[in-house]
């Protein structure tokens, strides 16, 4: 009797259990483990909303190196974002896409973006998922509408595969697209260094090093700042403004006339391979740069006060200092990401 | 004995399976009207008056819908899936300006809200690239911010009031979080949208007060409008204003 209640009651549950039920959990695609170092803040991009998974990275590595996102079919996100250059476009001052176009804005390194608020040297971009329109649309980029390049990913089975793999509901569309680059892009953390491996306690800085991490920290440290060697803010550190672009940087994004020249201060790690430096790939060498903060800083509109501080404007430093700063720089270097095989074309 | 325990359980099954899905639901339209003294816009051709005494004609007017929810008298309200809630109405493709919505429950709504743009808190969630495609083809789209152009008009401009022949354009989004420009637009109305009777929901949007509903725009004082933190958040409290919903007799 009582066994024939506890039947009736399990019939009960089953027909009462509705659509979640025919929502099939894709066994196969696991979620990946997000390598969150110990000494990093918390990661800003939503990782609950769109958690990488295996399916999701191996779709959104395809897509990061397929020249289909352009309209000339050769020029893929990693044409520009080569890996062993830190993911920048090694000699370019100013990216050139389609046909050789030419950008006005050097190709920022891409690691560490899971930590970013904001995208792009002026911030024009809020979300990582979004930021691909910017690249795809461009003219002298990819040259493409974001339209076309789903009718090509539509058409091809590979693709219609994938994303059936990767994605609950399959569809290949503008949102599993950007969630699939996304899940490839957060996913490159570097924080392999020497110079967080002397956090760690599992190293120790030459002389030359230490000298340039104090030089650094007094002086430095200010705008690039913590961990991410950048505080995220938008500030003008001097540069003569080159009138064949004439870039008003963040003003663009928020029309304001205080943010004229100002750009978003870069991560300085793995600077020694993203060379070129500065937003418009100017500086050729470490050394350019530390002479241009000792001896090229202009006042131009809204320049830094922290770089008027002293005599003459920008950052006194002598020739041993500069050495020694590259010293510390050189530590920020990660090998271990540069040539994580995860992440590379072949 | 057993029969009974059966006839129970049974009961029990077809009670407990009934779930919200069984309330009656309908598809209702919304058709929005663009117009200039209450007579539709003649794109290119139509010269038109703004209170300030300039005169203007429109080649283009653009913007979009989303974040639709409907209230009742009791304050209960339904709102539609917002991935599904974002339209662009073209003044310039007559189907743009009529939206469908399937399975809405029926009642009897008072009030209609909606928003004019999207709602940055909500990206990249619900679906808000899924509308790229689309607003991308209408050049709804900044593609140098990966942003949405909300509220778009385009036309010509004459500041003594003669024949247009200057061009003035109005591009309004949000820019960045110190720039938000998203706004919402409630619509109550004693008629209701008691969907039990018609499914059809009028919406005009009075384009005129566009230079004067809050602020007083003369255009020729800053003829092209985009990024810009004194005017952009001014022409979309205007936009904002545009709305009323009109009763279909009125029709």
Known sequence: MSKLILCMVLILCLACSGDETNYVEISENKILDFPQPDFFPQPVYNLEENPPTEKGFELGKKLFYDGKLSSTGVISCGFCHV???SFTHHTHEVSHGVDGALGTRNAQPLMNLAYLEEFSWDGAAQHLDAFSIIPITTDTEMNETVSNVINKLKSDEVY???????FNNGEVNTQNMFRALSQFMVMMVSADTKYDKVLEGNSVFSEEESAGQSLFEAKCASC???????????RNNGLSIDLRYNDIGRERV???????????VPTLRNIMVSLPYMHDGRF???????DHYDSGVEST??????LQQEISLGISLTEIEKNQLISFLKTLTDDNFLLDRRFSEF | MKKIICLVLVLMLSVSCKDDDTLETTSIDISFANTINSQNIELSTGVYQTTLGESYSINELKYIISNISFIKEDGGIFTYPVEDSYFLIDEEVPSSKIITLENIPVANYSKIKFGIGVDQSNYPLNGVDNFVPTAEESQMLWSWSAGYIFFKIEGDYSPSGNQPDEGFLFHIGSHGTNLDNYKTVELSSNFGFNFTENTLVYINADIPK?????????IEDKSDIQVDPVNAPKIAENASQLFSSIPQNKR
Do not use: C, M, W
């Open chain 1, 224 to 234: 690039h700042e913590g961990i991410l060697f950048t505080d995220q803010s938008y």
């Open chain 1, 301 to 306: 509109q809204n320049l830094d006060p922290s």
């Open chain 1, 254 to 264: 928020t029309g304001l006339e205080e943010d004229k020249y100002k750009f978003k």
């Open chain 1, 160 to 166: 219609n595969e994938l994303f059936a793999e990767a």
């Open chain 1, 83 to 85: 890996q062993e250059f």
């Open chain 1, 284 to 290: 050729q060498s470490l050394k350019e740069v530390l």
């Open chain 2, 210 to 218: 566009l230079f004067n509903a809050v602020y007083d725009i003369r």
